[in-house]
């Protein structure tokens, strides 16, 4: 695989497995999707970050209950869910880990922005160690899985927080394969302020057999 000439995560490429699974979704999503999950992740930042008066707080839940009717009415089974499917999106369509835009990639390493907002804050404006560990998650298992690699599952993770991460701010993470070994990847990310160390990662990940899920 050679490097990207140019910064797009649209161009990033799939494995065939990948790309199946994401286009399938791609093709159910209706119009306005996008629209409804972005909105959904501005509503988690915006929750976290306010202290309403009691009567906004009674609108809102309304609203809210209003909208989770709605889509309440229209279940599917996790097979045809949207949710976090449409890989090719910096957020691949899910709110539980912040949009991860990639800027450059090689088949062994991939380097992304990311800004972790107010939901994702533990306490003094700083991430909750969960959601940088979630991110690296995201981070080496795309790793882990592109280029023709078949689909794996991490098996161990270890973070290491060198430095507070701060909500609010772009920042890098990359993502290295280390190392394979039969169905065995190793791989290693650091997260970084600017030049500031925040956390780094390790992980293994263990390439699925076929059937296995
Ligand atoms: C660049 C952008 C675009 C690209 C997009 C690409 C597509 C991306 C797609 C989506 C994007 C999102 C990315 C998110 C990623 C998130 C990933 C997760 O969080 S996965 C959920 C959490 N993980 C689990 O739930 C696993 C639970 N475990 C299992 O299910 C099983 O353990 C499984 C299936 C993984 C393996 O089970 P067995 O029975 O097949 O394998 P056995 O025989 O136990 O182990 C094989 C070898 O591995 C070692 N091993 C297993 N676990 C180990 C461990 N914890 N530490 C060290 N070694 C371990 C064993 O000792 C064995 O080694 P010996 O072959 O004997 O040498």
Redesign the pocket.
Known sequence: MTPSPEPAHDR?P??PF?RQWSDRAVARAPAGWTGLIDELRDLQDAAAASAPPAETVARATALLADARRLLAAHTVADDEQLYGKL?RLPG?GQTLSPPLR?LS?TATE?VGEVTFGRFHSGSNDAVHGGAVALLF??AL???S??DDRPPS????LRVEFRSLTPVGRPLTVRARLLGQD???RRLAGVLRDGERLCAEADG?F?A??PG?R
């Open positions: 990033v799939l494995a990948w890989l691949r990639l990639w991939i998650d995201e298992g795309r790793l899985d592109l599952r991490t098996v161990s039969g169905r065995k293994l263990l699925l057999r296995q």
